[in-house]
């Protein structure tokens, strides 16, 4: 099941993608008098009411599919039926915490000056006002418009309470994924490489993290592919264009540590609750490892796609 929120009324409404690829309105589609009309109004909402609460999603969404064409024209007709072009935000609009791996695929490290791979998963925080949509403008900030790169990500986002969990188990609490780009302003990363001492590095490197803050600087979508829809998390395919241009092109095979070694390991600390989110880091090809390095400017597109979830397709500008 791919679960989307569509741009719709102040905080969006949660919707499914068809067979079809029309987007389906879940509580527009609601039968009238029965558990249907108690589905939540957000997608957060929803993986919060855990298994009831998917469970009614694919009530609904396997009821309208078995409908004749006549009973589907109805549902068009009343809008709860739209297009697959239809305005999406973030899947989750309003995670409580976003945690972004760093130093995390082997080919990334080796494109960094041959950065060694670390002991064990590393990671910052990321502002969730920094959260956008699926063709959503990512603004270029009037200071730091010259150094902003693009990062292809797969993000977990959480079905359950995780902490203190292990490896074995760590997928259990997945509700499913999507696809994301940590946006970063590189403006100070060349700070970070040249300090001298440990409190330059640290101070260099807490600006550098600031650089990714910016509204917008995390795109995610365009939809919630459900982890039942998946067989193995490492055959997902990631693939990265700069208006069309191949730029990376990856799989979490090539990650350092498991995606479910490294739920484990951050759940030592985080309590991640439904609708939060876990970056689970970016491979090769990023602007600021190329010689000379590449950028994004004004007009430029940037997408990130992931087989079997789709594509992640922003702009750059104002």
Excluded at 147 to 167: K, P, Q, S, T
Excluded at 196 to 222: C, H, L, Y
């Amino acid at each position: 099941m791919r679960l989307v929120t569509i741009d719709c009324g102040k905080n969006g409404e949660p919707g499914a993608i068809l067979e079809t690829g029309e987007v389906l309105y879940l509580r527009r589609a609601a039968l009238a008098d029965t558990i249907e009309t108690w589905l939540p109004g957000s997608v957060r909402e929803i993986l919060e009411a855990g298994r009831e609460g998917l469970g009614i999603v694919w009530q609904i969404v396997d009821r309208v599919q078995a409908l004749p064409g006549d009973k589907l024209a109805v549902l068009r007709n009343t809008g709860a039926i739209v297009s697959a072009d239809a305005r999406l935000l973030a899947p989750v609009t309003n995670p409580r915490l976003i945690v972004a791996a760093g130093l995390a695929y082997r080919s990334h490290l080796a494109e960094m000056a041959g950065t060694p791979e670390p002991p064990y998963p590393t990671a910052f925080l990321k502002s969730v006002n920094s959260l956008a949509g699926p063709e959503a403008r990512i603004p270029l900030p009037h200071d730091t418009e010259t150094h902003i790169d693009y990062e292809g990500e797969l993000a977990v986002v959480f079905g359950r309470d995780c902490h203190c969990v292990n490896r074995d188990t760590a997928m259990d609490y997945v509700a499913g994924f999507t696809v994301s780009n940590d946006v970063s302003a590189r403006d100070w990363v060349r700070d970070v490489w040249e300090a001298q001492s440990p409190w330059d590095a640290r101070r260099t490197w807490e600006v550098n993290i600031m650089g990714k803050q910016f509204p917008s600087f995390t795109p995610m979508g365009p939809c919630l592919l459900t982890v039942d829809e998946v067989d193995d998390v490492c055959a997902l395919k990631l693939t990265t264009r700069l208006n069309g241009k191949v730029m990376q092109c990856s799989a979490p095979s090539d990650l350092i540590f498991s995606i479910p070694e490294t739920i484990a390991f951050f759940s030592r600390w985080y309590q991640f609750r439904p609708g939060d989110v876990l970056l689970t880091g970016t491979p090769a090809g990023v602007g600021v490892g190329r010689k000379p390095p590449i950028f994004m400017r004004r007009g430029d597109v940037i997408e990130v796609e992931i087989e079997g979830i789709g594509v992640l397709r922003n702009s750059v500008g104002a």
